[in-house]
């Protein structure tokens, strides 16, 4: 009765830590609102005597569910529980080996701590920066000018011997239609739906046949197979068209986002330049300075030497 105490008490533990986060058990009624008073402190699970907090399991949740790319359901939140209790017997047993002292993993966990340490100022820094309307107009001129793009609109016909795709192209010089072609003798998955591939820009193909696309007029098909890795193509471009950039409200939160980006590795860059680095230079190799960049510091002596 006792075991079966704890693991109730466990289970809801588990339940309450996931609403806490902001997260939901599809079979479960617990009410949301007692959960999220929670304490981030509040113990999770004992362990061999060891007590671990709620915020810890929720970051580790949280950084399982962001790989996974999974749907949070019931299923995945037993499984991420699971997981990490393996981890905390599997790192009681490394602490019981002394193993936390090994140089490799003192190394590790250093790592660790700067990497945790770093997105942290990061993100801290992230959140003071201001944007201004001016620094967004500016940036949206700028994805103007790079965003304005041909797109295409193509079927394609995918077949792995160039005789085979030079047969092709034979019968659709004597009148078939390459739709139909496409769903009898096309290998890849688009030749159900008679090869087409929809609008897609040059950017989203491999090179052999974007530069294809890029010689042909709409209404027409290759003349001669196109070879890629995925075999030989015939290609039918149906249209073209210049894709516009969006409006500068609706790219408002993308710009912003951008814009702070930029901020933010000038505010490193200065961190970077500002700080005093002393050089292990039996460790690391300092590059000499090359001929062009001492040149400008030669004439600046020259410069002196005349006055």
Not at 21 to 29: H, I, N, Q, T
Not at 85 to 99: I, P
Not at 144 to 160: C, D, F, P, Q, S
Not at 193 to 216: I, Y
Request: proline share 4%; aromatic share 6%; glycine share 4%.
């Amino acid at each position: 009765m006792e075991l079966q105490a704890m693991l109730k008490t466990r289970v809801s533990l588990l339940i309450s830590a996931l609403l806490a986060s902001g997260l939901c058990l599809a079979e479960d009624k617990a009410p949301a609102a007692d959960a999220a008073a929670l304490p981030a402190n509040v113990t999770i699970a004992t362990v061999n005597g060891v007590a671990y907090p709620l915020d810890v399991f929720r970051m580790f949740f949280m950084e399982r569910l962001q790989e996974a790319q999974g749907e949070n359901d019931p299923a995945f939140q037993q499984q991420a529980f699971n997981e990490f209790m393996t981890m905390v017997v599997a790192a009681q047993e490394a602490q019981k080996r002394k193993l936390q002292d090994a140089p490799d993993v003192t190394a590790a966990l250093e790592v660790q701590r700067l990497k945790v340490l770093s997105n942290a100022a990061l993100a801290d820094m992230a959140r003071g920066i201001q944007v201004t309307d001016d620094e967004l107009k500016k940036a949206y001129d700028e994805v103007k000018k790079n965003a304005t793009r041909t797109e295409y609109k193509a079927r394609h016909i995918l077949v792995k011997e160039e005789a085979e795709a030079k047969k092709v192209i034979k019968e659709l010089d004597k009148g078939a239609d390459f739709g139909e072609l496409a769903k009898k003798k096309s290998e890849g998955p688009t030749g159900k739906n008679g090869g087409d591939l929809d609008w897609f820009n040059a950017d989203q193909m491999v090179k052999p046949f974007a530069e294809a696309v890029a010689k042909m007029k709409a209404g027409t098909y290759t003349k001669e197979p196109v070879q890629t890795q995925f075999g030989w193509h015939v290609i039918n471009l149906q249209e073209t068209r210049t894709a516009e950039p969006p409006k500068f409200e609706d790219a408002k939160p993308q710009l912003t986002a951008l814009v702070q980006r930029q901020k933010l590795g000038q505010e490193m860059s200065k961190l970077r330049d500002g700080a005093m680095v002393d050089l292990n230079e039996q460790v690391v190799k300092v590059a000499p300075k090359t001929d062009e960049a001492a040149a400008p510091a030669k004439k600046d002596e020259e410069k002196k030497d005349k006055k």
